[in-house]
């Protein structure tokens, strides 16, 4: 089942879900979840992508949160048989002809970083059939801002394209999370999206 949130209102509200997580604001996190009426799958899964960004304490601290706020329902399992294929066909998708490029630059910096990135990124977590490539880009888009990883930025604006996301759309997740990431960071986010879509 590969879908995205039922509306561009729930994609705003993950978005706020995912930049809460990645920067430790749990108490934010947990005044979010009571706010809205969530679907707890949705949030879970939201959640559990921030590892990849914002490593595994935080993952864990904002599925704790979830369930504090959520209860605790039985989470939604997904088999990871054969991430690689998974994930290098994800990956290729993703980044189009910088595919190649990327991958010897990862390869560079370190082969098991490259290695990690096709079977852990987009292999067994980016590639999950609870949401499409699409929404998951724009998940993590504003993830990278809030966490000024301005070099990775380009190649996920330029991604979040290629699996069918529209400026609108890349914008959109970016006003979700004003008042959250600070308006200079948001500001420069906006213009690179306006450079690049």
């Not at 949130?5 to 879900?17: I, M």
Request: proline residues 7%.
């Amino acid at each position: 089942m590969v879908r995205g949130p039922r509306n561009a209102a729930a994609l705003s509200f993950l978005a706020r879900v995912c930049v809460l997580t990645a920067l430790g604001r749990e108490a934010g996190l947990a005044r979010e979840l009571r706010r809205a009426r969530p679907a707890p799958r949705d949030v879970r899964e939201a959640i559990l992508q921030t590892y990849l960004f914002a490593g595994f304490p935080r993952a864990i601290n904002g599925l704790w949160v979830a369930s504090q706020v959520l209860g605790h329902d039985e989470p939604w399992r997904e088999s990871t048989t054969k991430p690689r294929p998974r994930g290098v066909k994800l990956c290729r998708r993703i980044y189009g002809r910088d595919y190649e490029p990327m991958m010897r630059n990862m390869n560079r910096l370190h082969p098991d970083l490259a290695e990690w990135i096709l079977v852990e990124g987009y292999g067994k977590t980016l590639s999950r059939p609870l949401f499409d490539a699409k929404t998951r880009e724009l998940l993590v888009v504003p993830v990278l801002v809030a966490l000024e990883c301005w070099r990775q930025l380009p190649s996920h604006i330029k991604g979040t394209v290629n699996v069918g996301g529209t400026r609108r759309e890349l914008m959109a997740s970016l006003d979700a999370v004003k008042g959250i990431i600070p308006a200079a960071r948001l500001a420069k986010a906006r213009a690179m999206v306006s450079k690049l879509v």
